[in-house]
């Protein structure tokens, strides 16, 4: 299982918390490298990522999570090329804002390493204060299932576990926030096997305020452009 996998954090303003995420994930069994995409922070993720260990990428301004990922799944690949690997490594995306409960991230790599899914998606079992998500995850959620026939527990998850040929079955990723719900549309039209996992991990709770506010008005409309670009 050594280096089989390679995790990739998307990350943006996360200073505070993007150590001790990287030296979590660091520690999962089968994972042979870390890459942080600094997705025009303005603070010192890029450096408090680099001092964890982590390989990082950096974006000169926001360009969004979709194209985080896409940069940190091309790093991977130069980094599996430079190694001289058999195969490529599977894919594990994770939030950059898990902190210390990335750790408990193994049960969502299983199924892949096993060979018994495409993608998984991570279900959260611990509780976490949304904020007024819920109407982001209900367009996300209704929208996959209209597409699919398969209705997600939590289809805005960000913590995912794929094999490389899944991911490069996807590309190009939906734009910006619209990434996961478009990955779980186009590869479950593609006949890939997708499912869900729970594990114990927990995110920065989401605010209230008027930034928070912002952000998921960006959300909404990365996920219905999303949608609408798979009708």
Do not use: Y
């Not at 999962?28 to 942080?36: K, Q």
């Not at 790093?75 to 690997?85: K, S």
């Not at 994770?94 to 199924?111: G, S, Y």
């Not at 590869?187 to 996992?197: D, H, N």
């Amino acid at each position: 299982m050594v280096g089989t996998v390679a995790v990739v954090i998307p990350a943006r303003n996360e200073a505070d918390r993007i150590q001790a995420t990287v030296t979590a994930a660091a520690g999962l069994p089968g994972v042979g490298a870390v890459v942080v995409v600094d997705d025009g922070s303005t603070d010192a993720t890029a450096d408090r990522a680099r001092e964890a260990g982590a390989a990082v990428m950096r974006h000169s301004r926001n360009r969004g999570k979709g194209a985080a990922m896409e940069t940190g799944a091309e790093a991977v690949r130069l980094l599996d090329q430079q190694e001289g690997l058999d195969g490529p490594r599977h894919l594990l995306f994770l939030d950059a804002d898990l902190a210390e409960t990335a750790a408990r991230a193994a049960p969502l790599m299983e199924p892949v390493m096993a060979g018994r899914a495409d993608m998984t998606i991570a279900v959260f079992t611990a509780t976490v204060k949304l904020g007024g998500h819920g109407l982001v995850v209900k367009l996300s959620g209704n929208g996959i299932r209209r597409a699919t026939g398969w209705q997600p527990r939590q289809p805005l998850n960000g913590q995912r576990c794929l094999t490389r040929p899944a991911f490069e079955a996807a590309r190009p990723l939906a734009h910006g926030f619209g990434a996961e719900t478009g990955l779980t549309i186009d590869l479950m039209r593609k006949g890939m096997r997708v499912t869900e996992v729970e594990v114990d991990l927990a995110h920065r709770a989401t605010g209230t305020d008027l930034r928070a506010q912002l952000h998921r008005a960006r959300q909404l409309a990365d996920v219905a452009l999303a949608l609408a670009t798979r009708r």
